[in-house]
């Protein structure tokens, strides 16, 4: 099936401008999409949804990394803090 055009089943006549000459409208200037053109399309879909989700699951990755570095420096802070804290203290 791949290849071979898209039939429809509706094949109405068009009549050009009121000249009285009717020609099919699968043979216009504008020609149906072929299914390899579909499958193709289909394809091209597919592989940018796919870009697009390995694109936020490296940018999710990255905030990941960012936040645990920011964690991490926030508790090395807080120990300073409370060891200077308790050394006011004694």
Known sequence: MLGAP???ADR???DDAGSG???DQRFSSNPPLL????SLLTWLT???ALVA???LLAFGAALLLIAEVVL???VVACEIVRFH???LIR
Do not use: G, I, M
């Open 46 to 48: 597919l592989l940018a």
């Open 12 to 14: 109405r006549l068009n």
């Open 35 to 38: 299914d390899a053109e579909v």
């Open 53 to 55: 989700e390995t694109a």
């Open 85 to 87: 804290v308790q050394l």
């Open 72 to 74: 991490t420096a926030v």
């Open 6 to 8: 898209l039939v429809f």
């Open 21 to 23: 000459e009717c020609r």
